[in-house]
């Protein structure tokens, strides 16, 4: 079995956006040159997360809604204690429940994603650059 690592930087729009990193994500299985395996892609930040869903305009509208009534579901009376270090525990705590990493399988040397599968970096804190890290394991 062979390993293959790549990374790409990614520069969010806005404070909170949803970003299609697909491409980057083929362009790297590509150079991998794996046929058969699994790709995990990740971002090593605690204020965003990797997912995996459809690029349709108004459903990226709706995961950055999302995240938002995620948190103020679960906030507490007198606002989040993280808040008081950096005023952005929404952000942390959005990236705890989607997830730092998505794993796609690999058939035949492409990324096996459904017809409306696309690979995203979920931003909750930006604008920032962020760093995309895939590490492809197969043969
Ligand atoms: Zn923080």
Known sequence: MATARASASVN???KVVAVNITDEVRRALRAAA?????AVVSAPHTTCS???????AGLKDDLTRMAALLTAAVEPQGGFRHDRIDNNARAHLTAVLVGS???VPIVDGE???G??????LLEMDGPRTRTVTMTFLGD
């Open 12 to 14: 969010t729009s806005a």
């Open 50 to 56: 990797v997912c995996v869903n459809e690029d349709e």
């Open 115 to 120: 017809t409306w599968q696309s690979v995203f």
């Open 111 to 113: 990324l096996a994603l």
């Open 101 to 103: 990493s998505a794993t």
């Open 34 to 38: 794996l046929r058969q395996g699994i």
